[in-house]
């Protein structure tokens, strides 16, 4: 009986990709570089794998194809990053195979290579990206928004309100009504180029940005794009701005 178009030997063939894809050393150094949770860019993770950047280039067509990795397009920059918690969940399982220990509940799993920004520290700590907040104080907001229940769509990169979000937002001040009849997009991911993890943009992210701002939680440098958050964000919001 022929069996070449059987969906078992569907699932194995593309299995048999996968494996490919992971198998050679330079792109398999990429993914342990990207386990971290953090965007790089070919650059970086050429640096990592060894090899030219051209044959980078070639390692990140293939991961890309095989849905291993995303690209990110943010301005004239270009970032890649694990496609979706389902690969990361998959590549940590290898590495315990391989006998990399596991990464404990909760925390990312370890990375061949850790991420060192080298944003100023007064930049990386809290700024604005356009109209909204930005590095870590801004991925960290992104993260608790999420994690609080109040923003859907985690690995969509376009974000709606959950219903208790909405409730949430407006007794704190945003007018989620006005919000939305913005031309712009309503809330989305911006990749963070400090962090490389994304933070809160789109019209909602402004409208934070602009209540924080107004209500004294953080507050923006003369000279610059730097904010400070201060003692009374931590003290009226630490679910928030801890």
Known sequence: MDTST????????QLARLAGAIAEPARARMLGCLMDGHARTATELATVAEVAASTASAHLARLKDERLVELLVQGK?????LASDEVAAALESLMVLAGAPRAPSGQSAPSTASFVPSTPSRLRSARTCYDHMAGTAGVALHDRLHAQGWLSGLHSGSYELTP???????SLGVEVDA?????????????DW????????????????QLSLRRGW????LDGRAL??????QREMPELFA
């Open 218 to 221: 953080v507050r923006q440098e």
């Open 164 to 170: 208790d979000g909405a409730i949430a937002l407006e």
């Open 228 to 233: 400070v958050l201060t003692p009374k964000a």
């Open 194 to 209: 400090s962090e490389r993890r994304p933070h809160l943009g789109g019209a909602l992210g402004a409208a934070w940005l």
């Open 77 to 81: 920059h270009r970032y890649f990053r």
């Open 6 to 13: 059987s969906p078992d030997s569907s699932a194995d063939f």
């Open 179 to 191: 919000v939305r009849r913005s031309r712009r997009r309503f809330a989305c991911a911006c990749l």
